[in-house]
């Protein structure tokens, strides 16, 4: 091979002025996330969520350095001389919001900032579930084979990736516990993918409230002759949109990293499947399926359903607009999401009150739409199905998230496992093996 050519396949191609750009706002995000949502430390920050990152950007964003504003909640990071700084902007409603690259501080107040919400913690004296205080079952927290098992789920030996965190809950009480140091019950991690079953469940949220969403659900494709508006809600949570996008479907680089507006974005895309006809996992559809319930009920937040919950310290992300970024902007502590798995695991109903509409359950976890042609879980409406997992009961489904993020329900064992990682790529923690053994644990 000649040597221009092996150069040309060898050497990496320098960073564009876009990856710096992506790469600041990547950065400037999660660190304004990690510290005021997460309660973290920049050390742990810089560890734990600055690292695993895409390709693009992984060797940049360690040279670009994040300044904090404490006061004003905010956090800049510099990507070229002659541009303002890549801004996240932190609210106590829905946490951090990245700014547009080019954006400069204005003084504008966003959508978010005008909404109320209870404070994080405000539950914290109220019983178990929607509070912290008996919490946990004693009877069952230190048996020893069950302790055994769960500590292991933090030697990578054994299950596989990086353990931050494990919940169990059976019959409503916690029944172990663990977390990595610098971690505890109310520290906050991105959620990932698990927010597009929160997704899922905000749209029954909404349609509980009393709301029809449209069967033709984004506005923008309205007019006579739009191929698109066949699409549907039910057609968005279940992957099945047949819309494609320019990167691989679990990828939103515009709107995660440039601050791209999660309307202009999701709904330029054109079709090239009829709906419903191929499975493509796609943030696009669920940030479309979030589009249709907010334009239904605009009054309706994430924040009012995580608060009935006693979800307080769970916050889902806006752009800069105040569009939600529900299929991955959500951060949320291992504690909130088992209080989401005892939600489902009452049907929808909470503490005597229904949240969710009766039926809901059997909804997201019915494999209705297209399903994976690969992989060992099918899938509902916006929930994985662990039907074929062996020795795992039919019923259980689950929300799986990047890095490591699991949360495992079990309708028929009255069974929630909560599992929170920063794993590394080609090294996932194994949630189905983990899952039957801790169904060994449990009578």
Sequence with gaps: MPLAAQLITTTPAEPTR????????????????????????????????????????????????????????????????????RIARHNPVTGCTSMPIGWTNDGRRLPAESLERAQPGSADDKAWPLGDTNASDPRIMMITPFDQLVES?????????????????????????????????????????????????????VRQKGFAIPDRPVREWNI??????????????????????????????????????????????????????????????????????????????????????????????????????????????????????????????????RILPEGWRDYVTMPSGPQPSSGDFGYGASFWLMNKSEDVPADAFAAFGNRGQYLVIIPSRDLVIVRRGYDATGDQFDIAQFTAEVLKQIR
């Design 18 to 85: 876009m990856d710096r750009a992506q790469a600041a706002g990547y950065k400037a995000q999660f660190v304004c996330s990690g510290l005021w949502n997460g309660n973290k430390t920049l050390a742990d920050i810089e560890a734990d969520e600055l690292t695993g990152i895409y390709p693009h950007i992984a060797a940049i964003v360690p040279t670009l350095k994040a300044d904090v504003d404490e006061p004003a909640h905010q956090v800049s990071v510099t990507f070229a001389e002659d541009m303002p700084p």
């Design 153 to 205: 789920a933090f030697d990578a030996k054994a299950f596989g990736g990086k353990t931050s965190g494990v919940v169990i809950v059976h019959k409503g009480r916690i029944v172990q516990e663990r977390y990595k140091p610098g971690h505890d019950m109310h520290t906050a991690q991105r959620t990932w993918s698990v927010a597009k079953s929160i997704a899922g469940t905000y749209v029954g949220y």
């Design 224 to 353: 006579e002759g739009d191929p698109r508006r066949a699409i549907t809600v039910d057609h968005l949570l279940r992957m099945g949109s047949g819309l494609v996008s320019d990167t691989a479907g679990n990828r939103t680089d515009a709107v995660y990293m440039a601050a791209g507006d999660v309307r202009q974005w999701t709904t330029l895309w054109p079709m090239l499947h009829q709906p419903g006809a191929p499975f493509r996992y796609s943030n696009n559809d669920i940030l479309l399926a979030t589009l249709a319930a907010r334009d239904a009920a605009p009054d309706l937040h994430p924040h009012q359903m995580f608060d009935a919950l006693g979800m307080t310290r769970t916050w889902a992300e806006t752009d800069w607009q105040g569009n939600y970024i529900l299929s991955s902007q959500v951060w949320t502590t291992a504690r909130d999401m088992a209080r989401l798995g005892l939600l489902y695991l009452g049907d929808g109903s909470w503490n005597g009150t």
